[in-house]
């Protein structure tokens, strides 16, 4: 099992928002809504990623890590089926502005760092989520999982920024 410290995650998270901020900076707001001609007629442009995180962020990662609180009571929680809902809200999302949509992933974000810091050592490396029971899916995996997933997208952002026509 991988050993996780919270130092180091509260890190990476807030690096890989930076690392993503500093790609959205720099790609070129005409091509937040549309895909350059470089890329696949099926490649998301700079907003669907954005809002794709953000929801991500929202409506997964900070709920799974809310769900290591010894207090969090997993009834009425959303499990399994249909997934079109998270595409549905993403697609919708990705009509606002990039700052109005940066606002909302810095927010769960910050919630995100907040429970990782109140977990504690032990917690975060041997607590399983009822929403998610693999023993190996611990609060430090999930956070983890969570700035790899801001790299995967954040590459597909910082491409734009760096290769789409001016």
């Known amino acids: 099992m991988a050993i996780y410290a919270i130092n180091d995650v509260v890190?990476?998270?807030?690096?890989s928002l930076s690392d993503l901020e500093f790609g959205l900076a720099r790609s070129p707001e005409q091509w937040?809504?549309?895909?350059?001609?470089?890329?696949?007629?099926?490649?998301?442009?700079?907003?669907?990623?954005?809002?794709?995180?953000?929801?991500?962020?929202e409506s997964v990662a900070l709920r799974?890590?809310?769900?290591?609180?010894?207090?969090?009571?997993?009834?009425?929680?959303r499990?399994?089926?249909?997934?079109?809902?998270?595409?549905?809200?993403?697609?919708a999302l990705s009509a606002e502005s990039i700052e109005?949509?940066?606002?909302?992933l810095r927010a769960a974000r910050l919630g995100q760092i907040e429970i990782v810091e109140?977990?504690?050592?032990?917690?975060?490396?041997?607590?399983v989520t009822p929403l998610w029971p693999?023993?190996?899916?611990?609060?430090?995996?999930?956070?983890?999982?969570?700035f790899q997933h801001t790299w995967e997208h954040g590459n597909a952002i910082l491409q734009v920024a760096l290769f789409a026509p001016r």
């Open 11 to 15: 890190r990476r998270l807030r690096d």
């Open 32 to 57: 937040h809504q549309a895909l350059p001609p470089e890329l696949p007629a099926d490649a998301w442009t700079v907003a669907m990623n954005l809002a794709h995180l953000t929801i991500y962020e």
């Open 64 to 77: 799974l890590l809310g769900s290591f609180d010894p207090a969090f009571d997993p009834a009425g929680e």
């Open 79 to 91: 499990r399994g089926g249909d997934e079109a809902w998270f595409y549905n809200e993403a697609l």
């Open 100 to 104: 109005a949509m940066l606002s909302r």
């Open 118 to 127: 109140t977990l504690g050592e032990e917690r975060i490396n041997s607590g």
């Open 134 to 146: 693999d023993p190996e899916h611990t609060a430090g995996w999930v956070a983890t999982k969570t």
